[in-house]
């Protein structure tokens, strides 16, 4: 089979003990049954292991060079895996008001924050400004220029990067890929240059960094490589007119493996970055979202109803496009399996499995080996943890899922399922 469709690569917090998954010690379906369905499980250990690896892989290679993880909040924000990530002394990237809340409310000081995004508002900017974020990550002129104006106004030195475009290719879809010259972020070195140079003296902005950002699930070290010699040689070019950065910002994007995909192994992201950044007298930032959470959470969904049309076979999930947007925007390909195959692992039919949203494109899989399913079964769909509950919206009037994380024996809701109270309030 050319595709792996069993996520056996996401053990040891996920396991199949006699016919039944487990995340952690509990088991998919008492989950299911306890916070009923659709609901995204996330093992506390994945996020925490992998943490860890990532963060040692980056002790290892570079040494003495500072760095710093920002996660991009953007790929999970729930508070709870904001404040697990905080406790193992991740910093964050955030790219909205919003966002910011989220991590003030989480008990995060705002100094280990980092602002990007090509739209902040003055509103957003001034709230920034005043709480003392780490960075602003500028991504155009006349950003800039309202920046300062917020700053003299508030009386507040902005600490600033430009996001460099990188113009290289990188990104697993056109819509994930960003770092090329006709995209929306960021700007052109001539640009960019021209803004540090102009501003190199400037009560108000206070040129701390450069940061570009290559791409999202890029699987490959290259682009990494080039986007590195562009900035680092930027930031000797600066350094010689006399504008002297303290950080490089080389953005997030690291890919996983979903199903037969193979990521670079963090110990070779981690010594290209080393490679490249020698020497140069910069802290070190990275902003991964996906490669942190992603594989750590499960959707749980259950089957309605099979049909089979044109002898076609039809399975009919309590969970839609609108609980997990991927397939559907980017023909994502997420494996999905029964929690529970006791003994009927041998009768494997392909299947498509779609949601009940009314819409053509609210479909899992059109054609995906699955085990024989009844009404009420349990499904989980892999790689849910990065891009999934963020996601999510209340069309059809879909209440949004319940989200729950794993710790050992114990499962604790961390986000409730939403009422349709909830999703009329305000109207
Ligand atoms: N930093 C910046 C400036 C970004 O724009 C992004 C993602 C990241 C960091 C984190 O990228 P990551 O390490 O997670 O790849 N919804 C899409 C992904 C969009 C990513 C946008 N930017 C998906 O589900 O694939």
């Not at 916070?35 to 003495?64: C, F, M, Q, W």
């Not at 990188?170 to 770092?179: C, L, R, S, V």
């Not at 290259?222 to 930031?235: D, E, M, N, S, W």
Request: proline share 5%; net charge positive.
């Amino acid at each position: 089979m050319s595709r792996a469709t069993h996520p056996a690569t996401y053990t040891p917090f996920f396991t199949r003990r006699r016919g039944t998954v487990f995340c952690e010690g509990v088991s998919l379906p008492a989950i299911a049954k306890s916070v009923s369905t659709p609901t995204y499980a996330y093992s506390r250990a994945a996020i925490e292991t992998v943490y860890h690896k990532l963060d040692g892989a980056l002790n290892a290679a570079l040494g003495a060079i500072p760095h710093s993880i920002c996660y991009a909040v953007k790929a999970n924000s729930n508070l709870s895996i904001l404040r697990l990530l905080a406790a193992m002394g991740s910093k964050f990237d955030v790219v909205s008001g919003g966002e910011l809340e989220r991590v003030r409310r989480a008990g995060i000081a705002p100094g280990r924050v980092v602002f990007s995004g090509v739209g902040k508002s003055r509103e957003e900017i001034a709230e920034a400004l005043r709480a003392g974020i780490l960075l602003f990550n500028v991504e155009s002129p006349a950003e800039l220029d309202l920046l300062a104006n917020e700053a003299s106004r508030l009386r507040r030195r902005a600490p600033c990067a430009t996001r460099v475009n990188p113009d290289v290719v990188a990104g697993a879809h056109p819509h994930i890929a960003t770092g090329r010259r006709h995209h929306k972020f960021g700007v052109d070195w001539h640009v960019a240059r021209r803004l540090y140079l102009e501003h190199r003296d400037s009560k108000w902005i206070a040129w701390h960094g450069i940061s570009a950002h290559v791409g999202s699930q890029v699987l490959s070290l290259t682009p990494y490589r080039q986007a590195l010699q562009k900035l680092a040689g930027h930031v000797r070019d600066l350094a010689a007119h006399g504008v002297k950065l303290r950080y490089l910002d080389i953005g997030g994007g690291l890919g996983v493996r979903y199903t037969n995909e193979k990521p670079p192994a963090f110990s070779a992201y981690a010594r290209t970055l080393a490679r490249e950044t020698r020497g140069l007298g910069c802290s070190l930032l990275i902003e991964p979202g996906r490669a942190i959470v992603a594989v750590a959470g499960v959707l749980l969904m259950r089957v309605l109803y099979t049909k089979e049309t044109r002898g076609k076979m039809f399975v009919v999930c309590d969970a839609a496009m609108n609980d997990f947007m991927r397939p559907a925007l980017y023909g994502a390909v997420h494996p999905i399996t029964a929690v529970v195959q006791k003994g009927r692992e041998g009768k494997v039919q392909n299947v498509a499995i779609v949601g009940p949203v009314c819409e053509t494109g609210d479909v899992f899989h059109d054609t995906w080996p699955l085990s024989r399913v009844k009404p009420g079964d349990v499904l989980a769909l892999w790689g849910a943890g990065a891009y999934g509950a963020s996601m999510t919206s209340n069309y059809n009037s879909r209440p949004r899922p319940a989200e729950v994380v794993v710790e050992g024996r114990r499962v604790r809701v961390i986000r409730k399922r939403e009422t349709r109270a909830d999703i009329m309030r305000g109207e």
